[in-house]
């Protein structure tokens, strides 16, 4: 995250620039984000909200199964 100048203020505003928002085609990925850069602390989510989070246990989940299918690989080469 900058720590000024235009991007500083436009994401502080939730305005986010399109190379960003354009790859976002989940809106409970983008509504997520946003609650992640809201200016006020206290409205952010945790971590722990953060990796609980549907959006974010799924993928989490899918990589813990890749990793695990490469480490049997591995070890089947072996």
Do not use: H
């Amino acid at each position: 995250m900058p720590i000024n100048g235009d991007l500083w203020t436009d994401i502080r505003e939730l305005k986010l620039p399109l190379e960003i928002t354009s790859v976002l085609t989940d809106n409970e990925l983008k509504d997520l984000l946003f609650r992640m850069i809201d200016s006020n602390y206290k409205q952010r989510p945790t971590a722990k909200d953060v990796l609980d989070s549907p959006i974010i246990r799924e993928e989490v989940d899918k990589t813990r199964f890749l990793w695990k299918k490469c480490i049997d690989l591995f070890r089947f080469v072996i």
